[in-house]
């Protein structure tokens, strides 16, 4: 039996992660995975692989070495017509000579064997390519060659392994190894023809071992679409996305953290004479999930199984990179490729970078952010690429969306903007691996930033990237975490974006000391939840009973629904889209920083803020001072109110039950009595919402005067005090804090205020209930901070850009006091 490194064909069962010489990354992924990880329930399709041998015959038999020499000899990457002439070269070199007989034969006879495992006379195969220094996590080749699907027939067949071998030779191609010092003709192409998943009648998508923006490495991430896969790398469709809790998971809880409808409107399916063909999507598909929470969670576990056999291997923890394919006519589930993640797998130091924007200014456009950096430039637009040429380097890069063949002039420009495109789409990907701010699926970039015009592209904040005009003041701050001391006092983190949360995890906190629901009810779900309650009675205008607020006419409430239906599409039951949105956001912060604590306060928006919410202007009533009007414990027991309430409680269930995050406590907001306080806690368990033991404890803000003159009292009935400074400051000197003529009465440093503070702290540690804090005044006052910690604080919880400094301040305090 001849050896491996003189065979032209090597089937997936020959193959392991040790071929990679033989076969390139791709393939030798395919052939591990299918003889070590099929055993563990994870399906991969069947195949082979041309190898090295067999492309170095090729290139010997043909004489094409000696000649794509000569072509290269003078190449110019840097002058994108030098390249592009070149490469068309070769590429029409290798197109138009002739693979060996002997290695043709060897081909199709695989293929016919291939063909008759399936049933099939000819059977349908993809026919990809994979380079011998391929998807190494020191190097990325992924996405530079050509990929065939539904591929029937032995000529079929062999003029896509032509035109795989000729794609060696792309412009992107020629560009990537230049610019990573590899030999033009240094790298074999190995060629893996695998049998298709009937995804055109299913769907397909990419899958990640980690949070790809982040480096989180606590979840999985799925991007699915309906049809075969290209439709999403190639950033024609917005796709599903769907997060899931590796931790929870793994302990069997179904952890699908976050759930987000795509706009799939097509599609690629199979063309009838071969190939792909690209078709239009029925309304109604598009408004459903392309695959089920069953699927979902084997995806991730795959995933899992994936990512632990690699890491195994690498004897370090290895990100994964994986595509995944459902066949429409047998619906199993399939992995059909998977590499080394490569930003974050290179990653070594600990750094923390806060990119910060320093403007009040509205953006001029929005998308979705890839990164988290920021950058300024000149636009240049570029609709045509014949026009690739003209772009220089430094400008930002603004299209439609881009493909490998756009690489080169990725690598030169400061940011990328795109009108089309999702997290997985090729501008994302790559523009992740270059490290540079990409802001995609905005919809009308190209018709709105004019070439030349000068714009800064902050992906800073989540997942909203936003556009400035003009050249906009920011700062970066960049801190070794490794450096940053261990304290006493415990330091905890205010948050209320679930975008941020992954990212802001790398803090060295504590946890999360005030987690908000008004942003995610406010900015994800949008709508009043009595709205959504309701919404049977308002659809069919039997609103008699509701004794709505607010008398509105027809058309008003037709505008209403219709607001409400296009928000929660896929929602027949609008009560579940408010708990699922709402459980979603608090189980992204919740896993963010698991397993420490992360408390969360209900909702405490105000009238005039509810009743900005769609729906709102129904249910709530106009107030002179809403500050003082009906607002945090008082809404919860209101028989008007109480349905939401549930609903709230619901979804912290959710996070709690079905996520099987039991790191969430509770936080009662606004709670001016104690009566008040006893009646929520019989709602909690008149709902059923574990209270009062570890993990699932119940505090109260202190921001009222009775909260401190009632402390015992209070503290009682609740697990323990987050003192609100912010509000307890207003109440006890009678200011309104938006009015500017009394701001220099408004101090926390006031002793009236540090009295009641310095009572409640005692209070909490007399009677060994947690005390902390989660208003502003600690990140401004280095002194106040120093009052909290000889009092005995146990926490304080800031907004994420000031734990650095306020760490630093403590660590300082606690090594004067000695403690």
């Not at 990725?410 to 992740?432: P, V, Y």
Request: proline share 3%.
């Amino acid at each position: 039996m001849k050896p491996k490194s003189e065979k032209f064909i090597l089937w997936f069962k020959e193959i392991s992660h040790k071929d990679v010489p033989f076969v390139g990354g791709k393939n030798a992924s395919l052939g591990e995975m299918y003889n070590s990880l099929s055993k563990k329930g994870v399906n991969i399709p069947d195949g082979f692989a041309t190898t090295s041998f067999a492309f170095w015959h090729f290139m010997k038999k043909t004489g094409l070495k000696e000649k794509i020499e000569e072509i290269l000899k003078d190449l110019d990457v840097s002058d994108i017509k030098n390249l592009q002439g070149k490469g068309k070269k070769v590429r029409d070199l290798i197109l138009k000579s002739e693979i060996p007989n002997d290695l043709g034969k060897e081909i199709l006879r695989s293929y016919h064997k291939l063909s008759k495992k399936y049933g099939q006379e000819q059977t349908d195969v993809a026919v990809r390519t994979s380079a011998t220094a391929e998807d190494l996590p020191s190097a990325s080749f992924a996405g530079q060659y050509t990929t065939y699907l539904n591929v029937k027939g032995d000529e079929k067949l062999l003029e896509a392994v032509k035109g795989c071998l000729a794609s060696l030779f792309t412009d992107r191609a020629i560009f990537y190894r230049a610019s990573h010092n590899f030999s033009q003709l240094e790298i074999a192409l190995s060629v893996g023809i695998q049998k298709m998943v009937r995804s055109d009648l299913a769907s397909s998508g990419v899958m990640f071992s980690l949070d790809t923006e982040s480096g989180f490495k606590d979840v999985v991430l799925i991007n699915g679409s309906y049809g075969l896969g290209e439709m999403i790398v190639q950033g024609e469709v917005t796709p599903d996305e769907f997060y899931v809790f590796k931790p929870t998971l793994e302990k069997g809880y179904k952890a699908i953290i976050s759930k987000t409808l795509g706009k799939k409107d097509q599609r690629f399916v199979y063309k009838k004479d071969g190939g792909i063909v690209k078709v239009k999507v029925p309304v109604e598909d598009q408004k459903k999930f392309c695959l089920s929470e069953k699927e979902i969670l084997t995806l991730a576990k795959w995933a899992c199984i994936i990512e632990e056999h690699y890491s195994k291997e690498a004897r370090k923890w290895m990100p994964m990179d994986m595509e995944w394919a459902k066949d429409g006519k047998t619906n199993e589930l399939f992995i059909v490729q998977a590499r080394p993640e490569t930003v974050h797998a290179r990653e070594k130091e600990k750094y923390y970078e806060e990119y910060r924007v320093e403007t009040k200014k509205a953006p001029i456009l929005t998308g979705i952010a890839v990164g988290n950096k920021i950058a300024q430039g000149r636009v240049h637009k570029i609709l045509d690429v014949n026009k690739l040429k003209e772009f220089k380097k430094g400008e930002i890069l603004v299209t439609k969306m881009t493909n490998p063949d756009w690489v080169p002039v990725m690598k030169m420009a400061k940011a990328i903007i795109t009108d089309e495109g999702g997290r997985s789409c090729h501008a994302a990907i790559i523009s992740r691996e270059l490290g540079i701010p990409c802001v995609v699926g905005t919809e009308k970039a190209t018709q709105l930033l004019d070439n030349g015009r000068e714009i800064t592209v902050d992906c800073s904040e989540g997942l909203k990237g936003k556009i400035f005009a003009g050249k906009i003041p920011f700062k970066v701050k960049r801190y070794n975490l490794r450096k940053i001391p261990k304290l006493k006092t415990k330091i905890m983190v205010n948050l209320g974006a679930p975008e941020i949360a992954f990212k802001t995890s790398f803090l060295p906190v504590d946890g999360v000391g005030l987690a908000r629901e008004e942003f995610i009810i406010g900015e994800k779900i949008k709508i009043h939840p009595l709205a959504l309650f309701y919404y049977d009675e308002l659809k069919n205008f039997k609103t008699e009973k509701l004794n709505l607020r607010t008398e509105v006419s027809d058309s008003r409430l037709k505008e209403i629904i219709e607001q409400i239906d296009k928000i929660t599409v896929g929602y027949k039951d609008k009560k579940k889209y408010f708990v699922d949105k709402l459980a979603e956001g608090i189980g992204i912060i919740a896993a963010a920083f698991y397993p420490k604590k992360v408390i969360v306060r209900f909702s405490d928006f105000k009238t005039n803020e509810y009743r900005e919410l769609i729906g709102g202007e129904l249910f709530e009533p106009e107030e002179g001072n809403p500050m003082l009007g009906w607002r945090g414990a008082s809404r919860y027991y209101d028989e008007k109110f109480e349905p939401a309430f549930a609903m709230e409680i619901r979804a912290i269930k959710k996070v709690r039950e079905e996520f099987g995050l039991e790191n969430v406590a509770v936080m009662v907001p606004f709670c001016r009595t104690v009566e008040e306080g006893e009646k929520v806690i019989e709602l909690m368990k008149k709902y059923n919402l574990k209270a009062h033991s570890e993990g699932s404890e119940v505090y109260v803000m202190c921001e009222i005067p009775s909260n401190v003159i009632l402390a015992e009292e209070f503290l009682k009935i609740f697990d323990g005090y987050s003192i609100g400074s912010n509000d307890l400051t207003q109440l006890t000197l009678g200011i309104d804090r938006d009015n500017g003529n009394l701001q220099k009465i408004a101090d926390e440093r006031n002793e009236a205020v540090k009295k009641s503070v310095s009572k409640v702290i005692g209070l909490c540690n007399k009677m060994n209930k947690y005390s902390g804090i989660c208003g502003q005044a600690p990140s401004d006052f280095p002194e106040f901070t120093e009052f909290l910690i000889k009092e005995g604080i146990r926490s304080i919880s800031l907004n994420p850009d000031k734990v650095i400094k306020t760490i630093l301040c403590v660590e300082k305090i606690e090594k004067r006091k000695n403690l």
